[in-house]
C-alpha cells in the first residue's frame, strides 16, 4: 500500500532515556515534516527536509534531532527524554516543498514518558 | 502566538443535519486547508482554497475564505455518523516552506 508509515505505533518509556521514531513514505514525495500534538490536540511543526535537506526548523529543544537518510525516510531521535515529551507525534510528506498542496500524514505514534 | 483558532470547540448533531466549523487566522496566507482526523488516526487532507479563491466545494463539503476577514468556514452537509471526527483549519501564513499553522481543532460528533 503507498503510505507514510511509522514506527513503531506506541513508545513507554522512563525519563532521561533516548528514543527513535522512524517514518517511512513510498509515494515518492520530496518532502517530509515532524509534527507534534499535544493532549489538548493542539499540532505543532517541528522540522521539515526537502530532499534530505533540513528546510524548517522550530523552536524545538535540541534534544531532538532529526534524520533524513534519504528522501522516502524522516527520522526522529529525542535525547534524554523528558516528561513534557509526552505526546503523539506525527510524520507526514507532500510531493514537493512548499504549500501549494496538502500532506499526507502518518498514523502517529503515542510516546509516553513515565 | 498560535495562528489559527476555530469555532465552536466541540459540536454534536443529528445524522442528516448540516455541520458548520469556523476558523480563523492572523496573519497573510497564500492558501488555507482543511483536514480531519479520526479518533487515534493521522490527519487526512481534505481540501484546499487559495487567497484568491472564496468558494470551493467538494462531495458533501463546502469550504468559504474570507481574507479581508481572515476567516475561513467548512461546511458539512446531510453528515453521517461516520463525519465524527475531529476537524482542523491549518495556514501557510504567506510562506512557502510548506509549514502549516494549525488551529485548535472542532470535535464533530454525528449522533446515529
Known amino acids: 500500500d503507498t503510505a507514510v508509515s511509522q514506527t513503531p505505533k506506541y513508545l513507554v518509556t522512563q525519563m532521561g532515556n533516548d528514543k527513535s521514531i522512524k517514518c517511512e513514505q513510498n509515494?515518492?514525495?520530496?518532502?517530509m515534516y515532524w509534527y507534534k500534538q499535544d493532549s489538548k490536540k493542539f499540532l505543532k511543526i517541528m522540522f521539515s527536509?526537502?530532499?534530505?535537506?533540513?528546510?524548517i526548523n522550530e523552536t524545538v529543544p535540541n534534544r531532538f534531532s532529526p534524520k533524513s537518510p534519504d528522501k522516502a525516510h524522516l527520522n526522529l531521535h529525542i535525547n534524554s527524554l523528558e516528561l513534557g515529551d509526552s505526546a503523539v507525534y506525527f510524520c507526514?510528506?507532500?510531493?514537493?516543498?512548499?504549500?501549494?498542496?496538502?500532506?499526507?500524514f502518518g498514523p502517529g505514534t503515542r510516546l509516553t514518558v513515565l | 502566538s498560535q495562528q489559527g483558532e476555530e469555532d465552536p470547540q466541540a459540536l454534536s448533531i443529528q445524522e442528516g443535519e448540516n455541520a458548520t466549523m469556523n476558523c480563523s487566522y492572523k496573519?497573510?496566507?497564500?492558501?488555507l486547508q482543511w483536514y480531519r482526523q479520526n479518533s487515534g488516526r493521522g490527519l487526512v487532507h481534505l481540501i484546499l482554497?487559495?487567497?484568491?479563491?472564496r468558494e470551493k466545494h467538494s462531495g458533501r463539503l463546502r469550504v468559504t475564505l474570507d481574507t479581508s476577514k481572515k476567516s475561513s468556514s467548512l461546511l458539512i452537509t446531510a453528515s453521517r455518523a461516520a463525519d465524527t471526527a475531529s476537524y482542523f483549519c491549518?495556514?501557510?501564513?504567506?510562506?512557502?516552506?510548506?509549514?502549516?499553522?494549525f488551529g485548535q481543532g472542532t470535535t464533530l460528533q454525528v449522533k446515529p
Open positions: 509515494l515518492g514525495h520530496d518532502t
Open positions: 507526514a510528506s507532500t510531493p514537493r516543498g512548499g504549500s501549494g498542496t496538502g500532506q499526507y
Open positions: 491549518a495556514t501557510d501564513g504567506a510562506s512557502n516552506t510548506g509549514k502549516l499553522i
Open positions: 496573519t497573510s496566507i497564500n492558501n
Open positions: 527536509y526537502n530532499n534530505k535537506e533540513l528546510i
Open positions: 482554497i487559495r487567497s484568491n479563491e
